[in-house]
Each structure stands twice: as C-alpha cells, then as structure tokens.
C-alpha cells in the first residue's frame, strides 16, 4: 500500500495537483459530419459543480474563456478546411484544466461517377473488365464502391487512403462472358459511409452499361451445321438430277425411259 501513496505523493510534487481521474464533459452532438462549405453546431458541457469558466480553442469560430458558465456553444457558419479539431476546455476552481476534442468529418459528394470499357461486344468465355471512375470526392477512406448487374450487387470495394481532401479513384471489376450476360446492365455506385443506415445524401450511381456476349460455337455444333448443310445440298441433289428410275443424270428434264426392242 505504500507504493501507492509513493506514487500519488510523487504526482503531487512534479504537478502541483493530484491527477484527475476522469474528464467530466458532454458534448452535443458527440461527433460532426460536415459537408465541405456547410454549418454546425455543437454545445459542450461540464458535468462538475466546481467549473470557474469554459472556452473552445479552434482556428475558426473559437470561443474565448468564457467565467461562470457550464455550457458553451460552438458554431461555424461556413466549414473552409478539410480537417478541423475544435477542442472544448474546461477549468476548475481548484486550477485543473479538462479538455476534449470534437470529432469532426468534412465530406465532399463526388463531381461524377461513370463506366469506361475498351470494347462493349465480348465472346463467350473471355474475360472483360469494366473501370469505374470516381472523380473529386472526399474523405476516401470513407467511400465503397458497389457494382451491380441488374439487381445483384457482384462486389464491393474500399479504399486505404487517409488523406482528408478530395481525391479521384477508379474500381476495375473482371468478369468472364457467358451467353447469359447477353443484354445484362451492369453499373457502379458510389458511398460514402458516414452515417447509420440511410441518413445522409443520395449516393451517386453511373450511368448502366449495353454488353453484348457473342456467343462461341462449339465444335459438335459445327459439325451439326455442315451436316445439315451436305443433307441439303443432298436434297437438292435428288430433286434435280436423279431420275424416276433411279440413275443419274445431268439431263433430267430431256430424260426419256427407253423402250424395249421387238
């Protein structure tokens, strides 16, 4: 038990005040998503009865300390950085000073979102990829990518970029033709996600894009379509050089059954 009192002795002397244990602020909300040029709002609070006064340090919209206060509002008309780190102070009557820093993301919707591919005509059995490109949006590390093909989402994707500005990235989705593909749309959409469920703004979606699967004749069909094309020819054949009693002859319609002598 003695090293504790050691210890707690020690941080008294080097501080000049015993460590406190926690830091009794609310914010309100507790966590900001911003659209880049928009507004907010955000109120802190001290949990303590012991508060001499409050302030918000921050590049933009920072609020001096303000004496006699529990509560103090923060607010930015217009949000000019891509990164921001309001931080809420509060101080004490006995002299300890508590802070906490507002969580603030700063979004910006994509300019555009579309398809690129080499060729829309592919055959059956090949391999094709299709390139989504999303231009201008921010933050990165909060965008998927989904693609779907009508109805089916056939994959997702994120990206590992932490940097806050706008940034422009592209998803290539590989796919090998089947004669089912034939006519399919298939298109991408752009999420960002930074809010729970739906809330938020409407994600970007490209435009669909016509693939045509040429579809790959196998060998027995080949040699089924050259066999019913000799059988015709066969056909043809018999109706027009075989003669009624069963010989050939190029002269059929001159043909005449000859007659036994007497």
């Known amino acids: 038990m003695m090293w504790f009192f050691f210890f707690f002795g020690f941080l008294i002397a080097c501080t000049g005040n015993p460590a406190s244990a926690s830091c009794p602020l609310q914010m309100s909300p507790s966590r900001v998503v911003v659209r880049f040029g928009g507004s907010f709002s955000a109120n802190c609070t001290s949990l303590s009865d012991q508060t001499d006064g409050m302030g918000w340090e921050s590049p933009y919209g920072g609020v001096d300390l303000t004496q006699g206060v529990t509560s103090l509002l923060f607010t930015i008309d217009s949000v000019p950085e891509w990164e921001l780190g309001p931080m809420c102070y509060v101080n004490s ?11 603030v993301t700063v979004y910006k919707m994509p300019d555009s979102v579309s398809l690129r591919q080499n060729s829309t005509t592919v055959k059956e059995g090949e391999q094709f990829a299709i390139q989504c490109d999303i231009v201008n949006v921010a933050p990165a590390r909060n965008l998927s990518v989904l693609w779907h093909k009508g109805n089916k989402i056939l994959n997702s994707e994120t990206f590992d970029d932490s940097r806050p500005s706008p940034v422009s ?76 009693n069963g010989t050939f002859s190029f002269n059929k319609s001159r043909y005449q059954p000859g007659t036994p002598s007497g």
Do not use: Y
């Open 93 to 103: 009557r006995d002299g300890d000073q508590c802070t906490e820093i507002l969580p």
């Open 169 to 244: 990235k592209s998803s290539v989705l590989t796919l090998t033709a089947h004669g089912g593909d034939d006519g399919a749309e298939i298109w991408c959409e752009a999420k960002l996600n930074l809010w729970p469920g739906e809330q938020g703004p409407t994600m970007m979606r490209s435009k669909s894009h016509s693939v045509t699967v040429l579809r790959a004749r196998t060998t027995f069909g080949v040699m089924l379509a050259v066999g019913v094309a000799v059988g015709v020819l066969l056909l043809i054949a018999v109706a027009f050089f075989v003669t009624p």
